[in-house]
């Protein structure tokens, strides 16, 4: 996917571990993590915080893995 992205001219890939960012950063790829991504909508104001928390946890119930301590991180971000 990394190598399609890449000749397709994409400036950012979503990428949720280490590996595949470090490989997205040496194919001169932006790599963003889903977490990022619901923040950085969350903060243009296409989330309300109530949404934006209920997919943290729903993406939580079926199985993303984030600490409790990064979860409790990304909602204080969203109020902020």
Do not use: C, N, W
């Not at 729903?58 to 301590?69: F, I, W």
């Amino acid at each position: 996917m990394l190598a399609i992205a890449r000749r397709a001219k994409v400036d950012e890939v979503i990428a949720d571990d280490r590996a595949a960012f470090g490989v997205a950063k040496y194919l001169g790829l932006r790599p963003v993590s889903v977490p990022f991504l619901l923040l950085r909508e969350r903060r243009a104001g296409r989330f309300t915080q109530g949404d934006f928390e209920a997919t943290i946890h729903r993406s939580v119930g079926t199985g993303y893995y984030l600490s409790r301590e990064l979860q409790d991180r990304l909602v204080a971000a969203g109020r902020g």
